[in-house]
């Protein structure tokens, strides 16, 4: 699904009370391994590890990762064992429905996930064992997302759109760096907005996958200003979300695109950009999904 080309939709309510054109990337319709960034990252993915099939894979993440979801699903379809490191939980932490099906499932606090990651792959069984990078951070996840900026490059043409400003939820880099790749010899100027990381972690992760794509060496935007630590939200955060939320008509994850909106909203309120550029594009890297969850 390498061709999926998400539609760029017009906000026509988020237009009239911003003052300038906002145009949603509906990145949420990606329709594979759960969809958003962190499906079509996997399905970049699920493509390499097809030409030699490991016998197990495992990954990273918190309780509400959409990427551990994506890599669940990618190790289904594979019909292969899939193991996480699940980090900020404790034994009485109830688990989605996706982690209930780990084979090994190791739950640490933040300060230890890089060892529990070692100790994940260093007693796989398996002599053929992949560990998926956190947060789809791979080559095929950021040529993924060069792709989907020089098709959103096509579509704001289409638009007459000459100049935006692009802002993407940004965790570890790959779908930021993917798309400065893919709009570097365009007007277009993307913002990552934090997720996750202070700025200092955030640029180097954007940078580690722009290296991978050859580039472009130029400087890096991305907006901490929002931001509270993962899976803490400011009443600010709470507020926006649901505001747009309601506006869109779509529930937003307040750890993901919820951040991109509330940057959206600041930028707008301060004025400072609306002469520069043409329009606002916020990447719907992902909608609230909720399913069922039990006691671990």
Request: charged share 20%.
């Amino acid at each position: 699904m390498s061709e999926f080309v998400a539609p760029l939709e017009v906000s026509a309510e988020l237009s009239d009370s911003l003052g300038k054109l906002v145009l949603i990337k509906r990145e949420d319709l990606f329709p594979l391994f759960g969809g958003g960034s962190k499906g079509r990252k996997t399905a970049a993915l699920h493509g390499e590890l097809m030409r030699a099939l490991p016998g197990a894979i495992g990954s990273v993440g918190g309780l509400q990762s959409n990427h551990l979801r994506s890599s669940a699903e990618l190790a289904k379809l594979l019909s292969i064992p899939f193991d996480a490191v699940v980090h900020n939980a404790s034994p009485r932490t109830v688990l989605p429905a996706h982690l209930r099906s780990c084979r090994r499932l190791l739950i640490c606090n933040a300060a230890d996930v890089s060892s529990a990651i070692r100790d994940l792959i260093s007693t796989a069984p398996e002599r053929d064992f992949v560990f998926v990078p956190g947060g789809g951070h791979h080559l095929p996840g950021a040529l993924a997302y060069s792709e989907v900026g020089r098709e959103l490059a096509k579509q704001l043409t289409s638009f007459g759109v000459h100049r935006a400003r692009v802002l993407v939820p940004s965790g570890t880099g790959a779908t930021q760096a993917g798309l400065i790749h893919g709009l570097a010899d365009t007007p277009h100027h993307v913002t990552g907005v934090s997720v996750g990381r202070q700025r200092p972690q955030g640029v180097r992760g954007v940078r580690e996958a722009l290296s991978w794509l050859g580039g472009p060496r130029h400087s890096i935007c991305f907006d901490t200003e929002g931001f509270t630590g993962y899976g803490i939200y400011s009443d600010e955060l709470r507020r926006v979300t649901a505001l747009y939320s309601s506006a869109l008509g779509l529930a937003l994850d307040p750890q993901y695109v919820g951040r991109a909106f509330l940057a959206l909203d600041r930028i707008a309120s301060r004025g400072a950009s609306h002469n520069v550029f043409d329009a606002y594009v916020v990447v719907m890297t992902d909608v609230l999904r909720t399913e069922p969850e039990v006691p671990l």
